[in-house]
């Protein structure tokens, strides 16, 4: 894959001492991903299937902090034909305990990138860390009107009524991931644009509900000149 600079013009007191970005091209599509910042976690979370002793082992083994990892929260803005594509939009500043998150605004200014420039949002789901940087105050009044947000018809559906019976979560986590899938729905619902199973939002962009992490989890796969990236949202691999 072929690397493109990341230099772009910083608006007055939006400079950053480290970038928080890199850009890259997959064919003719350009594509600058951008951190919304990292979110601690307990790592309990990341298996809550697992036996106490191998889950130790294995944070090891990463080298990663045997409680709490610092989980890096990213969002991509894909350019391709004349679409300008927003791939989910991290935490917001709903919430005051995670002030490492919630940077998406800042730092699409500090890219040179306009909120307003954006045609199409598209959601690998409906978590609060890939949709709330959508309900700040000062992004949200400076989106397009005729913005279109895709995300696969079984999250949508799935959020109208969400049962966490079998999902193990630490006990306020439920609540508030509820409460702000219902406050996004009911903001951008007249913007919603749900596929069934696979759709393309722009040439060589293409949604493809995979399931598994929430009911209609998506992937984004790009696709250009022989080159090939994929967005895996929540996705784990073995």
């Known amino acids: 894959m072929s690397r493109v600079s990341t230099a ?3 608006p ?3 400079d950053e001492l480290v970038p928080s970005r890199y850009a890259l091209k997959v064919g003719d599509i350009d594509v600058t991903v951008i951190s919304d910042g990292v979110l601690p976690i307990t790592t309990t979370t990341l298996a809550t299937n697992a036996a106490e002793d191998d889950l130790a082992a294995w944070l090891g083994d990463m080298f990663l902090p045997p409680e709490v990892c610092n989980w890096p929260l990213n969002v991509a803005v894909v350019r391709s034909g004349d679409r300008t594509v927003l791939v989910d939009s991290g935490l917001g500043t709903e919430f005051p305990g995670f002030p490492r998150a919630g940077q998406l605004a800042i730092r699409l200014d500090a890219a040179g990138i306009d909120p307003g420039s954006v045609t199409d949002v598209v959601l690998t789901h409906l978590h609060m860390d890939h949709i709330g940087g959508l309900l700040v105050e000062g992004l949200r009044g400076r989106l397009r009107q005729d913005l279109r947000v895709h995300l696969a018809a079984a999250e949508a559906e799935f959020w109208d009524a969400p049962d966490f019976s ?6 306020p986590v439920p609540d508030v991931l509820r ?5 996004f729905l009911d903001v951008y619902r007249g913007q919603l644009r749900p596929f069934e199973t696979e759709y ?4 060589g962009v293409v949604m493809q509900r995979t399931g598994g992490h929430t009911p209609g989890h998506s992937i ?5 000149g022989g080159d090939r990236l994929t967005f895996a949202g929540d996705a784990v691999f073995q």
Do not use: N, Y
């Not at 393309?200 to 040439?203: D, Q, S």
């Not at 984004?220 to 250009?224: A, K, V």
């Open 220 to 224: 984004i796969r790009l696709e250009s």
């Open 200 to 203: 393309e939002v722009a040439p």
């Open 12 to 14: 007055a007191g939006h």
């Open 8 to 10: 772009h013009s910083h």
């Open 179 to 183: 409460k702000t899938a219902s406050q």
């Open 166 to 171: 079998r999902t193990v979560m630490p006990t």
